[in-house]
């Protein structure tokens, strides 16, 4: 999430204006230290997914000239590989009971 945005930020700071919210300013802001022990992992994962999702929602319905940058490119795929929408349409990790993962080979891992 922090590589497109600075992906953006290099090629349409523009976009940023009004997308990007104060949460995500602290949370992609700085650099991210997970340490041994992380707070929160579950929040974590669902904020990060919920903001991939919102900001490469908002490129592919108004600025899909920028679909193609390597770094939107590298989390769409991540999106894709590790969240599912349910039902209810909120986004989900996925599990070995959600969705399933793609296979290891074919997978960007990521922090």
Do not use: F
Not at 1 to 22: K, N
Not at 35 to 42: A, E, L, Y
Request: one cysteine or more; aromatic letters at 6%; proline letters at 8%.
């Amino acid at each position: 999430m922090r590589a497109a945005l600075e992906e953006l930020a290099r090629t349409a700071p523009d976009e940023l204006v009004g997308l990007a919210t104060q949460d995500w300013g602290q949370r992609y802001g700085r650099p991210v230290r997970l340490g041994t022990n992380p707070t929160c992992p579950k929040t974590r994962i669902k904020d990060t997914g919920g903001d991939a999702h919102r900001l490469l929602e908002h490129l592919y319905r108004h600025r899909p000239e920028l679909w193609t940058g390597p770094q939107i490119q590298a989390l769409r795929q991540i999106l894709v590989q590790n969240y599912q929408i349910d039902e209810r349409g909120r986004i989900r990790w996925r599990t070995d009971d959600h969705g399933g993962l793609p296979p290891a080979s074919a997978r960007i891992v990521s922090p």
